[in-house]
Antibody, heavy 128, light 110 residues
Framework: QVQLVQSGAEVKKPGASVKVSCKASGYTFTGYYMHWVRQAPGQGLEWMGWINPSSGGTNYAQKFQGRVTMTRDTSISTAYMELSRLRSDDTAVYYC?????????????????????WGQGTLVTVSS | QSVLTQPPSVSAAPGQKVIISCSGSSSNIGNNYVSWYQQLPGTAPKFLIYDNNKRPSGIPDRFSGSKSGTSATLGITGLQTGDEADYYCGTWDTSLSAGVFGTGTKVTVL
């Protein structure tokens, strides 16, 4: 069965960086795009960007450009999201989330957001 | 601030029906597919509807989706206490070249 298992909670000081990992299993890692989505306490879902695990290509939300880096290691089926220059309003649960579009062909048409599997979430707390 | 607008809350008695709206524009809902997610308290979102009106395997037919113009709706019939959750719509925004989610709707079973 498809599983996305994320790294554990982090506490960081303002200005620091955090790197969250997401290990995929139960499917062909390179066949599906991976999104990163965050949720601040008591708030809604916020899309951060996607990575194509096959090519390593990325697309970041404008809000995070310059601060976020999404990478992957295909040898261990793991995606990473690194956010730098952390601020207190970056305190949130961060999710990796597989896009089901393309049914494993590695295609993503940028005409839908069809997230069929989510990681369990990683709480990142930014506090001095 | 999300580009997709949902009502903050809806409620109904057990067994009744609720409809949740999701309003957008031509750059998102109007020309792209809509999905819906259920988020129970303290858990990750769950995939409910994709391509406007299709259900993933395992999702009961009590949940339905539709789209008209720049708006979409999620319907839940035969409401159960286990349906109490936050619900989000999502789609792609072509102008932003970004994924977007709705503001979220809390469903309460009275």
């Amino acid at each position: 069965q498809v599983q996305l298992v994320q790294s554990g909670a982090e506490v960081k000081k303002p200005g620091a960086s955090v790197k969250v990992s997401c290990k995929a299993s139960g499917y062909t890692f390179t066949g599906y795009y991976m999104h990163w989505v965050r949720q601040a306490p008591g708030q809604g879902l916020e899309w951060m960007g996607w990575i194509n695990p096959s090519s390593g290509g990325t697309n970041y939300a404008q809000k995070f450009q310059g601060r976020v880096t999404m990478t992957r290691d295909t040898s261990i089926s793991t995606a990473y999201m690194e956010l730098s220059r952390l601020r207190s309003d970056d305190t949130a649960v961060y999710y990796c989330a597989r896009d089901g579009t393309g049914d494993g062909t590695g295609w993503f048409g940028e005409n839908a957001l069809s997230i069929d599997y989510w990681g369990q979430g990683t709480l990142v707390t930014v506090s001095s | 601030q999300s580009v997709l607008t949902q009502p903050p809350s809806v409620s109904a008695a057990p067994g009744q029906k609720v409809i949740i709206s999701c309003s957008g524009s031509s750059s998102n809902i109007g020309n792209n597919y809509v999905s819906w997610y259920q988020q129970l308290p303290g858990t990750a979102p769950k995939f409910l509807i994709y391509d406007n009106n299709k259900r993933p395997s395992g999702i009961p037919d009590r949940f339905s989706g539709s789209k008209s113009g720049t708006s979409a709706t999620l319907g839940i019939t035969g409401l159960q206490t286990g349906d109490e959750a936050d619900y989000y719509c999502g789609t792609w925004d072509t102008s932003l070249s970004a994924g977007v989610f709705g503001t979220g709707t809390k469903v309460t079973v009275l």
